[in-house]
Structure formats: structure tokens, C-alpha cells
């Protein structure tokens, strides 16, 4: 089962940031009150850093046992391990080096090995890195795997946070792509269409697995996308129409964003 999209508008993309960070906060609070703990992944992107920043400034910041939540990506630039294209230095500079996490729950995707002295690329798969995105793609599911819950190839995710590119994409997931109609939790792209061209990301199934699958997005140059994503299109074209989670699907918009959608300006 999957839950329908739900639209939720905002004035303006500092209100929409502070607007998701307080309910992220709220969510994170209520899963650790059910189960002890919380499932987070997070999104690259200019608002989805934007929200790690608004959740950094919130005032209820610290009703969050952030020792005890879970820290996943839904994408990442297959990039040297400092490279400021990382989603994983862009979360961590915005948030993640600013709060009590404990670094055993932070799951990061893997990154291009660094060159060697001699001008060769370290070993295939290591801590140092990898030298194919495939191979950090495959690292990343047996991380998966370690905390998957029983039936599921990955775990009880509570939140996925995804950004919406403006062709439609989320995650890595880009329209008429192989990774758009992968099965498997996690995929190797390559000759991506928005610069860096080779990442990992997870696919739609992985995504739909989670609880509550959240699209934020923001400004006019995202209004076709959006207005396409509720258009009857289907994942392959749009992928973004494939971010369903089990109990809710949200779309957290600006209202620039939102400003072709029919009824909704
Ligand atoms: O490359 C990426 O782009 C999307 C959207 O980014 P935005 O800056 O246009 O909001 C992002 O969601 C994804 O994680 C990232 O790798």
C-alpha cells in the first residue's frame, strides 16, 4: 500500500525550510516515542540543505535524541571524500557536525578512492574509497542490509527527504534512466544529465518502502516539474511521480514552485 500525495504550500522557501524542519523535528520525536529510535534519509539539494540548516536553528532542536536516529542517503555525487559536491560534507557542514549524532548510526555513501602517490587509484573497495560507483552501490545495500527489517531489503525507513530536480528527478533517479526503473535498493547511475556525472542513489522501491516519503521544493524554475509530477504521469518520465511512501506521501512547495499547478497559485 501507498499513500496518495498530499500537497502542503508555503509563502516562501525560508518559510517552507523552517516550515519541514519543524515537522521533521515533531516526526523524528514521535518515532522515537514509539520505537526508542528513528530512520532518517536525507536529500542533497539547495532546500534540503536549506532544512538541515533550519533544523540546526530550531528551537526544539534538542527534543530530538539525535544519538539515537539513524542517518542514510537517498542520493549521493560519486566524488572525492571532501569534495563540497557531497551531499554527505553539504548535510554534515549544515547540521550533522553541529548536533550530539553518534557517528555509528551515520551511514554515508561511498566515495571516488583518492589517488595514490604513484598516480594510481587505491583498492577496489575500501575504506579509502572506490574506484566505481557500482561498487559503492554495492557496499551501500549490504549497509542496508545490516539494518533492514525482516522481509524488506532495507530498514523501517521513518522519513525520506527528496528534492525535486527541474526535469523531475529525485534522488538520482532521472527521467528515462536504467536507475528509474531498477529493482534492486541501490544503483550506480552514470552519464547523469546534472553535473557530476556518475552517483549512487536509491531506487524507487527502496524509497517506497519507507513510512513517509517527503518531495521539498522550491522557486519557479521547479513549477513545470511539479505541475508534470501531478499531471497523471508515470515514474519513468517523472520520477519524482514514483515518491510514494507507505502512510504518506508529501509535497512540501513554495508557493513559486507550485505557481503552474491548477488551483494552487
Ligand atoms: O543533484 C541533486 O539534485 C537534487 C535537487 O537539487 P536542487 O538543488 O535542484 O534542489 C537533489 O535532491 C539531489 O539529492 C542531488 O544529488
Redesign the pocket.
Known sequence: MTAEPELVLHRDAGVLARAAAARLITRLVDAQTARGEASLVL???????ALLRAVRSNPALDAVDWGKVDIW?????FVAAGSPDR?ERQAREALLDHIPVDPKRIFPMGHLAAPTAGGDVEGRASASGYTDPESAAAEYTALLATRAVAGSAVPSFDVVL?????EG????LFPDSPAVVATEPVVAVHD?P?PPPE?VTLTLPAIQSAHEVWV????E??ADAVAASFSGAGPITIPATGAVGRDRSLWLADRAAASRLPGWQ
Open positions: 536529500t542533497g539539494g539547495g532546500i534540503g540543505i542517503w537517498g542520493d549521493e555525487r551531499n527528496l528534492g525535486l530536480g527541474p528527478h529525485v534522488a538520482s547523469c546534472k552517483r521539498i521544493v522550491a522557486g524554475e521547479k
